[in-house]
């Protein structure tokens, strides 16, 4: 409602005389009244007001605890993936330590089985090479005898 309206809309001094009496009396009560409050309010001392500040201190240690928590966290963060680049590095060694010794352990039943062949060989009597010779010797020192 702009100023022309209200305008238009207030009751005029010739309607107001048409009124009846106790209307036309609450009425002028009613304007004197917000009159003298008008005039009250403007003419009251006024305080100027300082703008309001905020409170640092709350928002720095707000900030702080932030800060302190994010540390946590983080440092948290750091040491769980320590622990699994350390425990992969560890299965790394167990299982390098493991191939190093089924590769001792295979050389080993090589060489084992490398030995029990040249036993058999050389635990034999006679060689298979001079076995004619040896058959026949058996049987002259067995005709000798």
């Not at 299982?95 to 036993?119: G, H, I, S, T």
Request: with cysteine.
């Amino acid at each position: 409602m702009n100023r022309n309206e209200r305008e238009k809309s207030a009751i005029e001094p010739e309607e107001l005389e048409t009124l009846e009496p106790e209307l036309r009396e609450a009425l002028g009560n009613f304007k004197l009244s917000v009159e003298a409050w008008s005039e009250a309010m403007m003419s009251r001392p006024r305080e100027a007001k300082a703008p309001v500040r905020a409170n640092w201190s709350a928002v720095v240690k707000w900030a702080l605890g932030c800060v302190v928590f994010a540390g946590t966290v983080s440092g948290g963060v750091y040491q769980n993936h320590r622990q699994l680049e350390a425990a992969k590095v560890e299965a790394t060694r167990v299982a390098e330590q493991q191939r190093e010794m089924e590769a001792a352990k295979l050389a080993k039943l090589d060489e084992e089985d490398l030995m029990a062949n040249v036993d058999s060989d050389v635990a034999r009597q006679v060689p298979s090479a001079l076995e004619p010779l040896a058959t026949l010797m058996t049987e002259d020192e067995a005709q000798g005898n």
